[in-house]
């Protein structure tokens, strides 16, 4: 063999070259993008098993987009929406989403996340894509990460050649994923189809009262005034606006939840107690209620719209015999409706007149227009159940430990169940949010209109709301009507209650 000492000048040439090419080559290799030494390099998505709602056909299959080769890629159907979505194994920390569009991109799309592939939270959105390379900002946990696309840039499909999930692949060491639950063999089913309101099965399960309410039945005597009002107002305003927290259905879990609007304590979010609640403060105008009420954010188009001022919040009679409504109890927590909902009838029954917007009323859903004046808003009426099985604050669907009474069918009219005994105050949230006009593009951050709900967990001052209930429901009267209801043509009831809520 030919020594390189020995080897003509040009072959040195050659090999010099070479070997600046090779080295060059591996320190390219070891800082550029191959470099695979950092686990945060690697997308959480590569290789893991994804799924879409259509393909353009065989060739271009939703794995194409997670398996890193930026020569295949997956194309949809050539219709609006739909979506790809990858499952990541299980709820991980990320902080961002990488989309590399083919020449069929979409122009209006939302990246969304899941931690149980049934309720979504939005963590980007856009109605002027461009395509390219978009790298984009996402936070908080998922499991499930999907694109949701809504308009096509072409008459082609959406087509991706690469969508890549980046982050810590770890969730934070303080969160319970959906925890494994068992009732105790006393306890009441689970209501089929429950979710919650979020889709989930977070939180402890059954939590049992520490005082609970036994050996009491279901009142059926009627009342000597079964007309007439029986209520009071909390009247709180929002506390806190945009969080994607729910600590009923997502405890110790923040940003797991689509985007909520919280009022009345100022303190909620994801990792919510009683305790918790008890050192905040209230944005509601009885200082004793320092309880947490909360509803999914409402968008006219990206624009998050939060109600202005002090929103109704009724504590009334849900049973005929409003002499047997006792106070909640301290720590009593429930979801009213589903984010899953899509029957529109159900949900007009458990509302007063549906969707309000000026002389337009019971609306299934969000009515497309609404009158533009100035004084309009989109309102909502939307009755909670309000029987108590006496033993729980919580279930593990959120639901059913408290139901709605049932028409007796006689003159005891609406009773609450036997199952149920204990009648409670019947809550109705009344909202109003200043938009009006076109209403096409104003949804929940839960979906269309029928997914519309909301949660409570009771703080209120023990001895302020037996107070309330005692001398306002029970004793046939309505506390503070002309507060903001506007109902001015009413006649001022019995007690008219000063900014304490304190009865005179």
């Known amino acids: 063999m030919t020594s390189l000492r020995r080897a003509p000048r040009s072959r040195l040439f050659v090999l010099a070259g070479i070997a600046v090419a090779l080295a060059g080559f591996l320190g390219w290799f070891a800082t550029g993008p191959l470099h695979l030494a950092s686990a945060g390099d690697t997308p959480l998505s590569q290789g893991k098993p994804a799924t879409a709602s259509s393909l353009e056909g065989q060739g271009y299959p939703a794995k194409a987009a997670f398996d890193g080769d930026p020569k295949t890629r997956w194309s949809s159907a050539f219709s609006d929406p739909q979506w790809i979505q990858v499952d990541l194994g299980a709820p991980v920390a990320i902080g961002k989403v990488v989309l590399t569009w083919e020449r069929a991109y979409a122009t209006a799309f939302e990246v969304q996340v899941s931690v149980d592939g049934a309720s979504w939270r939005t963590t980007y959105a856009t109605t002027t894509g461009t395509g390219g390379v978009q790298s984009l900002a996402a936070s908080g946990l998922a499991r499930y990460v999907r694109m949701f696309g809504t308009k096509r840039s072409s008459g082609y499909g959406f087509s991706l050649w690469e969508f890549q999930v980046y982050g810590s692949g770890s969730a934070p060491a303080t969160a319970t994923v959906n925890p494994p639950t068992t009732a105790p063999p006393t306890s009441p089913p689970v209501s089929p189809g429950g979710n919650g309101g979020n889709g989930g099965t977070g939180g402890t399960g059954w939590i049992d009262a520490p005082n609970p309410v036994t050996n009491v039945k279901a009142s059926h005597e009627v009342p000597p005034n079964k007309g007439g009002f029986h209520e009071f107002q909390a009247n709180c305003s929002v506390s806190r606006t945009n969080l994607g927290d729910d600590p009923i259905v997502f405890p110790g879990l923040p940003g797991a939840s689509h985007l909520h609007t919280f009022m009345g304590n ?54 005929t015999d409003y002499r047997s409504v006792r106070p909640f109890p301290k720590g009593l927590r429930f979801v009213v ?134 001398g306002c429901i029970v004793a046939a009267r309505q506390c503070d009507p002309r507060g903001h209801d506007g109902r001015d043509d009413q006649q001022p009831a019995p007690y008219v209650l000063n900014e304490n809520y304190l009865l005179p």
């Open 266 to 319: 100022t303190t909620t979010n994801a990792g919510t107690t009683i305790e918790s609640l008890a050192k905040g403060q209230t944005t509601c105008k009885a200082k004793g209620d320092l309880s947490a009420y909360w509803m999914p954010t409402l968008f006219n188009g990206d624009t998050p719209v939060n109600p202005e001022g002090l929103q109704v919040i009724y504590y009334k009679a849900g049973v």
């Open 337 to 470: 409706g589903n984010a899953k909902n899509t029957d529109a009838d159900k949900f007009l029954a458990a509302t007063e007149e549906g969707f309000e917007c000026g002389n337009s009323y019971k609306n299934k859903n969000i009515p497309l227009t609404c009158s533009s004046a100035r004084d309009v808003k989109l309102n909502i009426r939307y009755q909670a159940p309000s029987c108590w099985d006496g033993r729980h604050l919580d279930s593990p669907d959120h639901q059913s430990h408290i139901v709605y009474p049932v028409d007796s069918h006689t003159a005891s009219g609406w009773v609450c169940p036997d199952s149920h005994p204990v009648a409670v105050p019947k809550l109705e949230f009344k909202m109003a949010w200043p938009v009006n006009g076109d209403m096409s593009k104003v949804r929940f951050a839960s979906g269309a209109g029928p997914t519309f709900h909301y949660d409570f967990m009771n703080a209120w001052d023990e001895r302020t709301l037996a107070a309330m209930v005692d």
